[in-house]
């Protein structure tokens, strides 16, 4: 439902997703220093989507109470 769907994973995945948003912070500090166009910050709540499709839910499934477009998962999916 809407609330899974908004709720990051925990355990390894969430782990995993603190030191993207780690790295992230240092890239985005780089491209401050360099002044270049700034990549968007991680969305933890993205990660259940994704898992959930990747597990074989259906987009409709994942995407249930979500605020996005079945396009923009996809796009973003792309950008993975």
Do not use: K
Request: charged share 25%.
């Amino acid at each position: 439902g809407a609330a899974a769907a908004a709720r990051p994973p925990g355990g390894r995945v969430a782990a995993a997703i603190d030191d993207t948003v780690r790295v992230w912070a240092r890239v985005r500090d780089l491209e401050e220093e360099h002044r270049t166009q700034p990549a968007p910050e991680p969305d933890p709540g993205f990660a259940r989507p994704v898992r959930e499709w990747a597990r074989g839910a259906s987009l409709g499934e994942v995407l249930e109470g979500a605020e996005m477009t079945p396009g923009a998962f996809v796009l973003s999916l792309i950008h993975i």
